[in-house]
């Protein structure tokens, strides 16, 4: 994987503008904060994080992917300034989880998600070497 970088452009706080990679794509669907059975252990922003990038470890590993593989991720929140405001604590979970701020990503706010508790949705692509 190679992080891609325009000339001169300063490197982005948290993600990366592109990634080129080469290997077996996986595709993870949107994952929310709830756990492996449907259930909603927390309302807060930044639990929910933490369960739905634990959920998206599960499936890569599912697929032969590990969180280091990920290429390109979608966030979908609910709440703009709760997702700011939580920043620090989302930080703390993606470092725990995931690692490194390698991926490409986009942040969208959303009025809703399909899950009524649901105040994040992320979904992801990974490319595994071969």
Known sequence: MQVLLPP???RP??????????????????????????????????????????????????????????VRMTWYVTDKRAYVAAYPEIGKAFREIIGSFNAAMTAVEVSALIEDRAKVEIEVTAVAPD
Do not use: K
């Not at 993870?28 to 739905?52: E, P, S, Y």
């Open 8 to 10: 001169g452009w300063p």
């Open 13 to 70: 706080r948290g993600y990366a503008n592109g990634v080129s990679a080469r290997g077996r794509t996986v595709f993870v669907a949107g994952m929310i904060g709830w756990d492996a059975d449907g259930v909603f252990h927390t309302d807060d922003l930044a639990g929910q994080v933490r369960q739905a990038l634990s959920n998206i470890v599960a499936v890569l590993a599912a697929g032969g992917a590990r969180p280091e593989h990920i």
